[in-house]
């Protein structure tokens, strides 16, 4: 991989960035019934949830930066607005423009180019 960084750390860090697009997915979920009552935010179950998942990613990523350079793996981070778009679309119903699908292709060749 590039610049000393082993495979399986870019590996956990892109499944840390489906994992933070799915804690994402939760919170939009959860938002749906938050009020300024902060009783609506602490016993929210979907944004309980969406806190555990993101604190399984944050470890997955401590450990893939433990052995990776950041310079290679933060970049990985930014597939999660590819899984953001494709969950917001699968479970929000929420539609897939042209503009959005172009956004993803340069994002995955920014991705590529950097890691290679």
Known sequence: MSGGTPAWAVVLTALTA???AVGQL?????AATVSPNLSTWLLNPQLLIGLA?????????V???????????????????IWGVLLAARYLGEP??????AGVGLILSGVVLIVR
């Open 53 to 61: 998942v993101h604190a399984v990613g944050f470890v997955f990523i």
């Open 96 to 101: 897939i423009t042209l503009g959005k699908w």
């Open 18 to 20: 489906l994992i933070a």
């Open 63 to 81: 450990v893939a930066l433990r052995h990776g350079r950041l310079s290679v793996l933060f970049p990985v981070l930014a597939t999660s607005y």
């Open 26 to 30: 939760f919170f939009k979920r959860g």
